[in-house]
């Protein structure tokens, strides 16, 4: 059974930082990373990492965020720096797998809520 777990995220002031992670067990994950959603809007993929060293970033996280994947552990972590209250969202992680399908499994949310 696939599940995803996710942690971190709370509260930070304008400036400050927070790290995210996340692992996933029962799968070994292609690609793992994570996606937001702020009230009101449509949930946005922020970055990921798949498990090479390719990763990706969101035009509005780049300079600030960092994701590093950790094979062997089958996790992701999202440091978060200099954020900004626009960053202020619910956070989700995921997994996802190319093959023999392309799928996603979900973690739960996790807020993240920035104070300017």
């Known amino acids: 059974q696939v599940h995803v777990e996710a942690s971190g995220g709370g509260f930070a002031p304008a400036g400050g930082s927070l790290r995210l992670s996340c692992v996933a067990s029962?799968?070994?994950?292609?690609?793992m990373g994570w996606f937001r959603q702020a009230p009101g809007k449509q949930r946005a993929l922020v970055s990921f990492?798949?498990?090479?060293?390719?990763?990706y970033y969101a035009d509005s996280v780049k300079g600030r965020f960092t994701i590093s994947r950790d094979n062997a552990r089958n996790a992701v972590d999202l440091q978060m720096m200099n954020l900004e209250p626009g960053d202020t969202a619910v956070y989700y992680c995921?997994?996802?797998?190319?093959?023999?399908?392309?799928?996603?499994?979900w973690g739960q949310g996790t807020q993240v809520t920035v104070q300017g």
């Open positions: 029962g799968i070994m994950a292609d690609i």
């Open positions: 990492a798949n498990s090479g060293s390719s990763t």
């Open positions: 995921y997994a996802r797998m190319l093959s023999p399908a392309n799928r996603y499994y």
